[in-house]
């Protein structure tokens, strides 16, 4: 039991899964900001110009109602959602890998390979219970 608790609490502070939720709440905070702003501006302005009042934006045949408003209404906030999140986060991003491949921008440096295995020595220590190692000696010639 304590091995999948383990498990479960390195999977959620994986750093990608944290930045996931973030991407989420931010995500649903940005989509009700864009309803707002449809539900007070479009939906209205589209009523008036579909002919005012309380029907603007709905057309009525036989008895049934097509709220055309409402529908070009969802459209305009989904080409706005989409315009925002690709001049915001996609074009930027792009730009930034294009210059890494370019050479112009570094990209994340990692650890060397005897940082390593520096770090593996000391993990496999620890789990034998020895104290840590000494720092690492330069290799014979």
Same mark, same amino acid.
């Given at each position: 039991? #304590?091995? #999948? ?17 973030? *991407? ?13 702003? *449809? ?12 002919? &005012? ?10 008895? =049934?109602?097509?709220?055309?408003? *409402? ?11 989409? *315009? ?18 370019? &050479?112009?921008?570094? &990209?994340? #440096? ?16 620890? =789990? =034998? &219970?020895?104290?840590?190692?000494? /720092?690492?000696?330069? /290799?014979?010639?």
């Amino acid at each position: 039991m #304590v091995g #999948v608790l383990k498990g479960f609490k390195d999977f959620v502070f994986r750093g990608n899964v944290v930045d996931l939720a973030v *991407a989420v709440v931010i995500g649903s905070a940005f989509t009700a900001v864009v309803t707002s702003f *449809a539900d007070s501006f479009l939906r209205p302005l589209i009523g008036l110009l579909g002919g &005012g009042g309380e029907l603007g934006g709905v057309l009525e045949v036989n008895s =049934q109602r097509f709220t055309w408003g *409402a529908f070009l209404s969802t459209v305009i906030t989904f080409l706005l959602t989409a *315009a925002i999140v690709y001049f915001l986060v996609v074009l930027p991003i792009h730009r930034l890998l294009e210059r890494r491949v370019r &050479g112009e921008e570094p &990209g994340p #440096v990692g650890p060397t390979e005897l940082e390593l295995l520096v770090e593996i020595r000391d993990l496999l220590r620890a =789990q =034998q &219970g020895l104290g840590p190692a000494g /720092p690492p000696r330069p /290799p014979a010639s």
